[in-house]
Every structure is written in structure tokens, then in C-alpha cells.
């Protein structure tokens, strides 16, 4: 299922955390990675470096969420700006379609996208205490 791989940045300088140790979950953070590494307007880069306590709405207990990736950029009025930043596939940003009955298919994509949602709303009010934003990278994003 993952495609779980180091990463060996270009500009190692640009990461915040140890550069020799970051951990590609996908080939689409892969993607973003690179595209973190070598694009000018990122100033700096971390991944799995922010953790976001969470109350997931499934159980009703304090989790922690890792988020991908936060980065801050340099704007184009020269000001600078930090995101974090959340890459997953557009179908799980989605409601799953109820098949007509209770799959288990169904029961798990459902489980999914609560947990996800219980993460966002979270990150999203974290990110909004701090001048942060919160983004949902997905493959329409990545250009896949």
C-alpha cells in the first residue's frame, strides 16, 4: 500500500529537522518534496515535523495528527507565508457513496473520512490561531 521511502533533498539547508531522515509516505509527497526542494519561492520545509493534537469524532479520544508538510513561502509582494499542508487523494476529501447497503468497504472509507475530518477541522483551527492555512494537496494539485 505505501511507498514508504527516504527522501535526500537538493537544498538540505531549506529543511527544518534532520534532512537525512525524511520519510516519503507516497509517491505524491514524494512529488511534493521535490517540488518543496527546488522550487525558490519555499524558503523552508519540514515533513512530519508539526504534530496537531486532535479529538477524533470515531472514539472521542485525543489522537495525534502528523501533518505532511509545512512550508513557509515567500509571497510575491516579498512578505512571507506558512502553510501546512495535508496531500491525500481526492476521493478521500469526499463523502463515500453508500453502495444502497452497509459494506464493509462502506464502513471504512466512512471511518476514513470522519477521522479525516476530525484532523482538518483541527488543523485548520490550529493553523488559524497562528496566521497559518491549512491546504488539502490532492492529485488534481500534484498534476497527476
Not at 1 to 13: D, F, I, S, T, V
Not at 51 to 68: E, L, N, Q, S, V
Not at 81 to 86: A, C, D, G, Q, R
Not at 96 to 118: A, H, M
Amino acid at each position: 500500500m505505501y511507498h514508504k521511502r527516504l527522501y535526500k533533498p537538493k537544498h538540505p539547508e531549506k529543511y527544518t529537522g534532520d534532512p537525512t531522515n525524511i520519510v516519503m509516505r507516497s509517491s505524491w509527497e514524494t512529488r511534493f518534496a521535490i517540488w518543496c526542494d527546488t522550487n525558490p519561492a519555499v524558503i523552508k520545509w519540514a515533513s512530519e515535523e508539526t504534530i496537531i493534537p486532535y479529538k477524533c469524532h470515531t472514539d472521542g479520544k485525543i489522537h495525534r495528527y502528523y501533518i505532511d508538510f509545512k512550508i513557509r513561502v515567500k509571497q510575491t509582494d516579498g512578505s512571507t507565508k506558512t502553510y501546512l499542508i495535508e496531500v491525500k487523494p481526492h476521493g478521500q476529501t469526499l463523502p463515500p457513496q453508500y453502495p444502497g447497503r452497509k459494506t464493509k468497504r462502506f464502513l471504512n472509507e466512512s471511518f476514513t473520512f470522519i477521522k479525516n475530518q476530525s484532523k482538518w477541522k483541527a488543523a485548520t483551527e490550529w493553523c488559524a490561531d497562528r496566521g497559518y492555512e491549512f491546504k488539502i494537496i490532492t492529485e488534481k494539485e500534484l498534476g497527476l
